[in-house]
């Protein structure tokens, strides 16, 4: 059984590393405003789980991140 309990929201981002803390807090409150105001549930039940990539494991158009 997963550590999280499945009746709350769990929300991932996959992104590549480079972000600032300030600007994954900025992120991270006003995804959980909105899906609380959408869902009708409080913002403390809502968990966002940021994945930070290395720019060499992300690739777009067929090109890695670190090469372009």
Not at 37 to 47: K, R
């Amino acid at each position: 059984m997963p550590l999280i309990c499945i009746r709350m929201p769990v929300i991932t981002i996959q992104m590549a590393q480079g972000r600032s803390t300030e600007q994954k807090r900025i992120v991270a409150s006003k995804i959980a405003e909105t899906v609380a105001e959408t869902f009708g549930i409080d913002t403390s039940a809502i968990i966002i789980l940021f994945e930070e990539l290395p720019r060499d494991s992300i690739a777009k158009g067929g090109v890695l991140l670190s090469d372009a």
